[in-house]
């Protein structure tokens, strides 16, 4: 049986960018291919099957961020938002928008690359482990099936969009109801260990997923809550089931 490589789509109108990129993660044993701009992008999506996509927040015509928020709201493609402004501003609205990870150039290419391989891990169905193969979990009116990574509503059986970075820290959460968590620990669920002291990011991420789980119509209006000056944690009973 053949190994299917996982292919990168890189959107970035600097040639000298797509160009290196395309090298270096061809030689890591990717696929790529590149678009200057959103229009060619949606090209690329509606005719490739991409795992994957780099993209800049600078684009003419329509920025990275317009992008990013435009693709999330119909697709669950990882994305990974690339920046010359190390703006926190920026960062926050990328991850807000439904980016899965977001860097500021220059950048070391191993550190890309090490940001590739989690996201892909992340969202492959190929690691769901044995153990969680046909499994969900149930809190509140939603379901979390683990096999298909979709949240569901379960009155109105409405799926809601959810990014990969956004499902791990919810799986984390459903894995262990009741525990804190601090934010280093998320990130690391998030990036595997490319994360750093001092990165906030895993607070957009949080805030995301409350508006998400809030929004179905129950009683219960806190699922994960503050513990200031530790973490995180899911307080919500929740019930795993087999599907």
Known sequence: MSFRKSLILVVDDDPQITSFLKRYLEKQEFRVACAPDWREMENVLANENVDLCIL???????????????????????????SGRDEAFDRVVGLEFGADDYMVKPYEPRELLARIRTILRRCSTDVVEQADAGVAYKFGEWVVNLSERSLTNANTQQSCEITTTEFEILHTF?????????????????????????????????????????????????????IHGVGYSFVVPVQKTKT
């Open 56 to 82: 800049d927040i600078g684009l003419p015509g329509k920025s990275g961020l317009e992008i990013t928020r435009d693709l999330r709201s119909k697709s669950s493609i990882p994305i990974l938002v690339l």
């Open 174 to 226: 459903l894995a262990h109801p009741g525990q804190v968590f601090s934010r280093n620990q998320l990130l690391d669920v998030a990036r595997g260990r490319e994360s750093f002291s001092g990165d906030r990011s895993v607070d957009v991420h949080i805030v995301r997923l409350r508006k998400k789980l809030e929004t179905g119509g129950s009683n219960i209006k806190v699922y994960i809550k503050t």
